[in-house]
């Protein structure tokens, strides 16, 4: 699976966009772009996936660029209860049930009042 | 739908016992189930995957005779931290993923393991 690169923190205004990048330049055809979140002491939360074309959901849209080196997620109203590491991972389809998720250090994100 | 539990969600054990930590699905069959540990301010690291009646794949480092994972029905995995230490510490997080649900791996809120 193709490594990321993510912004060690960020920091965001309560009710402003969140954009969070990551970098994945040795992506293959054939993977996909996903995005977790994990609050303190708690488990992941997944958020949003994409091969190719952008998507958007009730948390939050991924736009990915044409080239799929890189992938932005937006998080359109930050809100306090956002503040949480985010993972940015690139794996291979789901063919068969035992892919595995390979976790960077992810992106700390403070949204402040 | 899609939810998963984890019990206990903390522990407080002493060194040189045997702790479990039970992992639910409470409404999908979960052909395939991952566990994961977490050390303060690090990433999550797979310590293995277990399928459903089968023996779990430990990841490389991990001592399958101390983390003992049993997957015996659809919607149930253990482990077992055998004669733990205080650097056992940590926070255990398991995964679940399903046949129903294209195989998206959904998470548990973890538990947090002290040994004293």
């Known amino acids: 699976d193709a490594k990321t690169t993510q912004p060690p923190s960020m920091d965001c205004a309560e009710g402003r966009a969140a954009n969070l990048p990551c970098n994945h330049s040795t992506i293959s055809g054939n993977e996909y772009v996903y995005w977790y979140r994990q609050i303190h002491s708690q488990g992941p939360q997944y958020i949003i996936h994409g091969l190719k074309n952008n998507e958007t959901n009730e948390m939050a849209s991924l736009i990915i660029t044409e080239d799929r080196k890189s992938s932005t997620l937006i998080l359109p109203h930050a809100t306090l209860r956002d503040t949480a590491v985010y993972y940015c991972?690139?794996?291979?389809?789901?063919?068969?049930?035992?892919?595995?998720?390979?976790w960077g250090l992810g992106t700390s994100l403070a949204v402040n009042p | 739908g899609a939810v998963v539990s984890q019990h206990p969600s903390r522990v407080i054990c002493k060194s040189g016992t045997s702790v479990k930590i039970e992992c639910r699905s409470l409404d999908f069959q979960a052909t395939t189930m991952f566990w994961y540990r977490q050390f303060p301010k690090q990433s999550l690291m797979l310590m293995a995957t277990s399928n459903e009646g089968s023996k779990a794949t430990y990841e490389q480092g991990v001592e399958k005779d101390k983390f003992l994972i049993n997957h015996a029905s659809l919607t149930l995995s253990t482990l077992t931290v055998t004669s733990a230490h205080p650097e056992d510490s940590s926070f255990y997080i398991c995964?679940?993923?399903?046949?129903?649900?294209?195989?998206?791996?959904?998470f548990g809120p973890g538990t947090r393991l002290t040994v004293t």
């Open positions: 995964s679940a993923n399903g046949q129903d649900l294209s195989y998206e791996q959904y």
């Open positions: 991972i690139v794996r291979g389809p789901n063919a068969g049930n035992n892919r595995k998720l390979i």
